[in-house]
């Protein structure tokens, strides 16, 4: 009798194992998959998909004359491609970020609104969009890399005020801004809708295509949220691994420990260099969360950053400007009038 248990027992563990062991194998796949589907370059969402607050094209573009085409490399060799626009006088210049899957021609109507305010506007893409080189994206810790490039083109451009660049982020672009170290050139940042932590948003985007992908294969038997919570940890977990062995350093990106390393480099430098921050974001947010927002915000006050909130109520990504446009203009002219002082643009000043 005592033999048959034993039997049985080792049959249930081998199986056990088995299964572990094919599950874990299977995760281990997906999670493979996924990297390669995030980190590919070159895939824009289609406008179909896009649910963001961006203005319409209300303006017209600069003249021929003041536009200016722009191809630089960053630290690493990747080759990026922007443009200038250079108003006809020194000025502030504003560097704008595009988000994750999208490229610097969706950004348009913004630059075209803030040229008209009278600021000089560098548009670019990140490494792996639209015109720059085909490399493999991150969505936010490689692309400091291309910040950094693209704050030291904006400051080596003749019509920009020597330490008058502000970046002015959407999404990714405003977490990429968050996560680049301070520059003495950089004189604010403006960041609409940034994630706190990328960890949160990869768990989301492997929940939404687990439940995608099940909902195809078998449409009438339901996933339990359950299943779809841990299989999102683990194959995200399995994905900072493979990641890393891969590329040679970490996927997960945290704007949210920013703050607490710019004050541990000011205090190493002996050097207090804080950058203010206009955080806009909003309240029913359907890609990144709203809790996100008030994460950086309490982290933000935590380590003594000066950041300003600007929320609104609506549920659209990156809605706030959409949400009212007059209201969402008035907030960033208070915020650049109070830091730019000065060398805030007259024709900002009459809006």
């Known amino acids: 009798m005592a033999g048959q248990h034993r039997w ?26 996924f990297v390669e589907e995030f980190s590919r370059p070159h895939m824009v969402l289609p406008d179909s998909d896009l649910e ?36 006809p006088v020194p000025a502030p210049t504003i560097i704008l970020c595009h988000g994750y899957r999208i490229t610097r021609s969706h950004l348009r109507p913004v630059a075209q609104l803030e040229y008209a305010c009278g600021y000089n506007v560098l548009f670019f893409d990140f490494r792996g969009h639209g015109d720059s080189e085909s490399v493999m994206t991150t969505a936010g810790n490689a692309e400091v890399r291309d910040m950094e490039a693209a704050i030291f ?21 405003a977490a990429v801004a968050l996560l680049t170290p301070p520059h003495p050139d950089v004189l604010a940042i403006i960041a609409d809708s940034p994630y706190a932590r990328s960890d949160d948003i990869l768990r989301r985007l492997v929940a939404f295509r687990l439940v995608e992908e099940w909902a195809g294969r078998y449409p009438h038997i339901l996933l339990p949220q359950v299943l779809v919570t841990i299989a999102s940890w683990f194959i995200v977990a399995i994905s900072r691994i493979d990641f890393r062995i891969r590329y040679g350093f970490t996927v997960i990106a945290r704007p949210d420990t920013s703050f607490k390393r710019w004050k541990q480099r000011s205090k190493k430098i002996l050097q207090q260099h804080s950058i203010p921050i206009l955080l806009i974001h909003s309240s029913g947010d359907n890609l990144i969360p709203f809790a996100h927002a ?58």
């Open 8 to 33: 049985a027992v080792g049959i249930a563990t081998s199986t056990a194992s088995i299964l572990g062991l094919t599950v874990t194998s299977g995760l281990a796949l997906v999670a493979h998959f």
């Open 294 to 351: 008030q994460h950086l915000a309490a982290e933000a006050a935590a380590q003594g950053a000066p950041l300003e909130t600007y929320f609104v109520d609506t549920n659209i990504h990156c809605g706030a400007y959409g949400w009212n446009p007059l209201q969402y203009d008035h907030v960033i002219q208070t915020f650049m009038a109070k830091h730019l002082q000065d060398a805030l643009p007259q024709r900002h000043q009459a809006r």
């Open 153 to 173: 083109v904006a400051g080596h451009q003749p019509e920009t005020l020597p330490g008058k660049i502000i970046i002015h982020g959407f999404s990714m672009g």
């Open 52 to 87: 963001w607050g961006m203005p319409q094209m209300l303006s017209d573009d600069p003249p021929l004359l003041a536009q200016r085409p722009l191809l630089f490399k960053t630290v690493d060799g990747t080759l990026l491609c922007g443009d200038f626009w250079a108003q």
